[in-house]
């Protein structure tokens, strides 16, 4: 990142931090690189619900089902990288994207049962990866049913990483995939939603499509979960000594406190 980019950044950041009601800029890494892992023949789009401090954010993201690998993205971050990509060839600066979003993408291996994660750091610092096999839901069927997108479905009940969730599941498409990494009923996951209503995730809409699942070739801080839990959690309730990290110390705070402002941090895995 240039230094004229990091003034820039340093300036938006620098009133989020005296602003919590904004969100510090999500990273920016550039589509123009990438493996191409499978070809996705259905997307389902899932509407999300997230509680961010007092505040409940309503997102999109996209599920893209191949024979080999699902993955679960920001449809309408991966435009906004796009336009970004199209300004930087012309040689122009483009803005930071600073709406609030569902920050973890994943890819889950149909075949071998591992997932691939890459969770969004604050801007400017590094895409967050991390592998891990693909999680056994103790799954408990109920003989409640219900309906989503006139589906019928069935409901399914179980606990994963200190949240207790509940699922719509339609055996009328028998895929036993979902959202992020939920999966293993017989059928497609169309809403799963945790006790607290912390996390929401409703399936608005699924369609066919023929459309690659890129595994994108951008520079990633490798760690376990473990550690890249920590990390983030550092992230968010130390911003400012986190930026000063990133940044190799060019940045430096007037006030001599880092420890005085903080970000909500409610992640979906709270173990």
Same mark, same amino acid.
């Given at each position: 990142?240039?230094?004229?980019?990091?003034?820039?950044?340093?300036?938006?950041?620098?009133?989020?931090?005296?602003?919590?009601?904004?969100?510090?800029?999500?990273?920016?890494?550039?589509?123009?690189?990438?493996?191409?892992?499978?070809?996705?023949?259905?997307?389902?789009?899932?509407?999300?619900?997230?509680?961010?401090?007092?505040?409940?954010?309503?997102?999109?993201?996209?599920?893209?089902?191949?024979?080999?690998?699902?993955?679960?993205?920001?449809?309408?971050?991966?435009?906004?990288?796009?336009?970004?990509?199209?300004?930087?060839?012309?040689?122009?600066?483009?803005? #930071?994207?600073?709406?609030?979003? &569902?920050?973890?993408?994943? *890819?889950?291996? =149909?075949? !071998?049962?591992? @997932?691939?994660?890459?969770?969004?750091?604050?801007?400017?610092?590094?895409?967050?990866?991390?592998?891990?096999?693909?999680?056994?839901?103790?799954?408990?069927?109920?003989?409640?049913?219900?309906?989503?997108?006139?589906?019928?479905? #069935?409901?399914?009940?179980?606990? &994963?990483?200190?949240?207790? *969730?509940?699922? =719509?599941? !339609?055996?009328? @498409?028998?895929?036993?995939?979902?959202?992020?990494?939920?999966?293993?009923?017989?059928?497609?996951?169309?809403?799963?939603?945790?006790?607290?209503?912390?996390?929401?995730?409703?399936?608005?809409?699924?369609?066919?499509?023929?459309?690659?699942?890129?595994?994108?070739?951008?520079?990633?801080?490798?760690?376990?979960?473990?550690?890249?839990?920590?990390?983030?959690?550092?992230?968010?309730?130390?911003?400012?000594?986190?930026?000063?990290?990133?940044?190799?110390?060019?940045?430096?705070?007037?006030?001599?406190?880092?420890?005085?402002?903080?970000?909500?941090?409610?992640?979906?895995?709270?173990?």
């Amino acid at each position: 990142m240039t230094i004229k980019r990091i003034a820039i950044v340093m300036s938006v950041l620098l009133l989020c931090l005296d602003n919590l009601s904004a969100q510090w800029a999500t990273c920016y890494q550039p589509l123009s690189a990438s493996k191409v892992l499978d070809t996705a023949s259905y997307e389902v789009l899932y509407q999300v619900q997230m509680r961010w401090g007092k505040r409940i954010i309503t997102d999109t993201i996209s599920l893209l089902i191949g024979k080999k690998y699902t993955q679960t993205y920001n449809p309408r971050l991966k435009r906004m990288r796009l336009q970004k990509d199209s300004l930087f060839k012309l040689g122009q600066d483009a803005p #930071s994207v600073y709406f609030l979003t &569902f920050p973890e993408d994943t *890819y889950c291996n =149909l075949e !071998t049962g591992q @997932i691939t994660a890459v969770y969004r750091s604050f801007e400017p610092g590094p895409p967050l990866k991390y592998k891990e096999p693909t999680p056994k839901f103790n799954w408990v069927t109920s003989a409640r049913d219900s309906t989503v997108l006139s589906y019928p479905c #069935s409901e399914a009940q179980m606990s &994963f990483r200190g949240r207790d *969730y509940r699922a =719509l599941f !339609t055996m009328n @498409i028998p895929l036993s995939v979902g959202p992020w990494k939920f999966g293993g009923l017989p059928g497609l996951i169309l809403k799963v939603e945790d006790a607290k209503q912390d996390y929401i995730f409703r399936a608005i809409g699924i369609r066919s499509v023929k459309e690659g699942i890129h595994l994108w070739d951008w520079k990633y801080q490798e760690n376990n979960r473990k550690d890249i839990r920590k990390y983030v959690e550092r992230m968010h309730k130390k911003p400012k000594t986190y930026m000063r990290i990133v940044t190799d110390g060019m940045v430096m705070f007037r006030d001599g406190d880092e420890d005085n402002v903080s970000f909500p941090y409610n992640p979906i895995e709270l173990e």
